[in-house]
Nanobody, 125 residues
């Protein structure tokens, strides 16, 4: 499966952005899809994920209540709605897919074999 991430940009603190992860070569509703982010000098970290059949979601604690992951099967796209953005949310955001179910606890980048190219999110204070 090929993934194309988009939607990043520059936004002021408190603002919102919606990231998109468009898939080709596979249906997103048959995969576990996650968003990760990586800030300069830091490791890539899990942000949010959505499961396959039951669409169960999981979030990093720091984004709970602010971010929402969703899926549009008709468009074969997974979204990440990000609200109340903070400067510490600044990072390159990546989407990733795993054809197997993922338990959204202790999620590691190594659990995912397909990756999009990343989209920059910059939040100014």
């Amino acid at each position: 499966v090929q993934l194309q991430a988009s939607g990043g940009g520059l936004v002021q603190a408190g603002g919102s952005l919606r990231l998109s992860c468009a898939a080709s070569g596979g249906a997103v509703n048959t995969m576990s899809v996650a968003w990760f982010r990586q800030a300069p000098g830091k490791e890539r970290e899990f942000v949010a994920g959505i499961g396959t059949r039951d669409s169960r979601t999981g979030y990093q604690d720091s984004v709970k209540g602010r971010y929402t992951i969703s899926r549009d099967n008709a468009k074969n796209t997974v979204y990440l709605q990000m609200n109340i953005l903070k400067p510490e949310d600044t990072a390159v955001y990546y989407c990733a897919a795993n054809r197997r179910p993922v338990l959204w606890i202790g999620v590691r980048p190594e659990d995912f074999g397909s990756w999009g190219q990343g989209t920059q999110v910059t939040v100014s204070s």
